[in-house]
């Protein structure tokens, strides 16, 4: 359950992130979506790249650009489990292997859920790291950029308030 009150603030374990093993172009449905569990840190990033629009008439010598692509990455870490429900040992196995499903790319759809939105959208898995400290507890992450269009909507009625995936 969430920790939001009405018009505040919300922390980061507030936000669960699913995946589902996909292509770019066959968006997965809803049961087709696996928690991704044990998550510390989630970041999302958006980047347009841009053309330069100026030229010998542009106003008062002002530079003018118009955006080209737009680029959304995804990244994240957690703290590594065995238990099958956090769906990590899934996850990793994909990025390492990934099969003809996908035709052998690490593609994953994910959906970030949020007391604001939801993003949603195909992304290729470009890293998964794994760190096992001799004395410390053993940790995963991985980044993915955008595979395709990524859309932002509101969180569905049903579903708000619900967002921690544990």
């Known amino acids: 359950m969430s920790q939001t009150c009405d018009k505040g603030s919300f922390l980061g374990r507030d936000v669960a992130v699913f995946y589902a093993i996909a292509c770019p172009n066959a968006k997965p449905n809803d049961e087709a979506y696996k928690a991704l569990g044990m998550m510390r840190g989630k970041s999302l990033s958006v980047e347009w790249e841009t053309a330069d629009a100026t030229a010998d008439k542009s106003a008062d010598y002002t530079k003018e650009s118009l955006v080209t692509y737009k680029s959304v990455a995804f990244s994240g870490d957690g703290v590594s489990r065995t238990e099958e429900i956090h ?49 410390d507890v053993s940790t995963w992450s991985i980044e993915c950029e955008s595979a395709g269009k990524v859309t932002v909507g509101d969180v ?8 921690r995936d544990g």
Request: proline share 11%.
């Open 87 to 135: 769906n990590q040992k899934a996850l990793k196995r994909h990025v390492i292997n990934p099969g003809e499903t996908t035709g052998a790319q690490p593609y994953v759809w994910l959906k970030l859920v949020s007391p604001l939105d939801v993003t949603e959208g195909p992304f290729l898995c470009t890293s998964f790291k794994e760190e096992d400290p001799h004395d």
């Open 156 to 163: 569905p009625e049903e579903d708000a308030g619900t967002t």
